[in-house]
T-cell receptor
Framework: DSGVTQTPKHLITATGQRVTLRCSPR?????VYWYQQSLDQGLQFLIQYYNGEERAKGNILERFSAQQFPDLHSELNLSSLELGDSALYFCASSHNPGLDNEQFFGPGTRLTVL | GQNIDQPTEMTATEGAIVQINCTYQ??????LFWYQQHAGEAPTFLSY??LDGLEEKGRFSSFLSRSKGYSYLLLKELQMKDSASYLCAVLDSNYQLIWGAGTKLIIKP
């Protein structure tokens, strides 16, 4: 158990809908990262937050947005969902975005868009 | 641009040794990570190299050559449970992790 929690574990929804994925980082970790992993694909970095502020953006679509709250939990919002958005969404956390930046991953949310 | 290359898939026999290579071209370098990911599960940390040389940790070792932009992960005494994807990731000059696509390792009895 990495100490990172994600909810829900599974999510099934329809095209055009909007969903929110939630992540709680390990106790004491200030950085949160979101990743998308489609079937048999590598990890695609979406976005990073550090202590409530956006720090880095990767290949995140405009239909997607995220935020990190004062209690350091984070939410990833996916809207106008398309079939291609079906994937595993991982959240990871680290203490700070510096050296020896080991990231601890949550169990992921499996999103299925029908 | 930034680029990390790993073989897509490798096959090895139980009890044998396998070496998974990773080459990188990134804007700056602040260390290289190896992660293991079983199918449908979260990646888990294996090793971190920032200086040239070999780091040994049990059955797993990781090597780094910064001048060549090259690393490898060496797995000894392979077990069936080692069947997984192995992800190479480089921490660039902005301390952002750049991920390779991963190497799927298949272990045969």
């Amino acid at each position: 158990d990495s100490g990172v929690t994600q909810t829900p574990k599974h999510l099934i929804t329809a095209t055009g809908q909007r969903v929110t994925l939630r992540c709680s980082p390990r106790s004491g970790d200030l950085s949160v990262y979101w990743y998308q992993q489609s079937l048999d694909q590598g990890l695609q970095f979406l976005i990073q937050y550090y202590n409530g502020e956006e720090r880095a953006k990767g290949n995140i679509l405009e239909r997607f947005s995220a935020q990190q709250f004062p209690d350091l939990h984070s939410e990833l919002n996916l809207s106008s969902l398309e079939l291609g958005d079906s994937a595993l969404y991982f959240c990871a956390s680290s203490h700070n975005p510096g050296l020896d930046n080991e990231q601890f991953f949550g169990p992921g949310t499996r999103l299925t868009v029908l | 641009g930034q680029n990390i290359d790993q073989p897509t898939e490798m096959t090895a026999t139980e009890g044998a040794i396998v070496q998974i290579n990773c080459t990188y071209q990134t804007s700056g370098f602040n260390g290289l990570f190896w992660y293991q990911q079983h199918a449908g599960e979260a990646p888990t940390f294996l090793s971190y190299n920032v200086l040239d040389g070999l780091e040994e940790k049990g059955r797993f070792s990781s090597f780094l050559s910064r001048s060549k932009g090259y690393s490898y992960l060496l797995l000894k005494e392979l077990q069936m449970k080692d069947s997984a994807s192995y992800l190479c990731a480089v921490l660039d000059s902005n301390y952002q992790l750049i991920w390779g696509a991963g190497t799927k390792l298949i272990i045969k009895p």
